[in-house]
């Protein structure tokens, strides 16, 4: 059955790969059709595609703004296995319109992050807490990482957070 179905196969590709180029008034052209689109209208539906694009950029970039840090990284030097660990990051909207923190993850079960539910007004400032709980077993030296992702050029800023487990 398996030979049958090799045969099979290899009889069809042979028999669909015929010539599709032929010369048409001294010009090489392919018998495999593109799509029925003609080159001009081909070029119309991109220009089409490109304006709106371009568009939704702007749009986009309508509603960015700029953030800033109290820090980057925080250091909870040595602690405890299994004890909660909290912190704080501050964020300020340094833009001119409301920064939205979109969401924020974390690169570990242990670590579990909050963002501020409402926008950040321009000028303003909230918190992102932080909170590292060590597994069982966990020790020596561990650094996680927290993605925050806003309505900024950057979109994705990192913040990292290290403990010592004794």
């Known amino acids: 059955?398996?030979?049958?179905?090799?045969?099979?196969?290899?009889?069809?590709?042979?028999?669909?790969?015929?010539?599709?180029?032929?010369?048409k008034e001294g010009k090489v052209v392919s018998k495999i059709a593109a799509g029925t689109e003609t080159e001009e209208e081909l070029k119309e539906r991109l220009a089409?595609?490109?304006?709106?694009?371009?568009?939704?950029?702007r749009?986009?970039?309508?509603?960015?703004?700029t953030l800033k840090f109290d820090r980057l990284k925080h250091d909870f030097g040595e602690v405890k296995a299994d004890t909660d660990c909290i912190?704080?990051?501050?964020?300020?909207?340094?833009g001119?319109?409301?920064l939205i923190i979109q969401d924020v993850?974390?690169?570990c079960?242990?670590?579990?992050?909050?963002?501020?539910?409402?926008?950040?007004?321009?000028?303003?400032?909230?918190?992102i807490e932080?909170?590292?709980?060590?597994?069982p077993g966990q020790k020596n030296e561990i650094k996680k990482t927290v993605t925050v992702t806003a309505n900024t050029p950057e979109k994705i800023h990192l913040l990292e957070i290290r403990a010592f487990v004794k």
């Open 130 to 135: 932080v909170k590292f709980h060590s597994k």
């Open 109 to 127: 079960g242990c670590t579990t992050p909050k963002k501020p539910l409402k926008p950040i007004a321009p000028g303003e400032s909230d918190v």
């Open 87 to 94: 912190t704080d990051f501050i964020v300020t909207n340094t």
């Open 59 to 65: 749009k986009e970039r309508e509603n960015q703004t």
């Open 96 to 98: 001119d319109k409301p």
């Open 1 to 23: 059955m398996r030979k049958l179905i090799i045969l099979f196969t290899g009889t069809l590709l042979l028999f669909s790969c015929g010539e599709e180029i032929e010369k």
């Open 48 to 57: 089409k595609i490109r304006k709106e694009e371009e568009e939704k950029l």
């Open 105 to 107: 993850k974390a690169s």
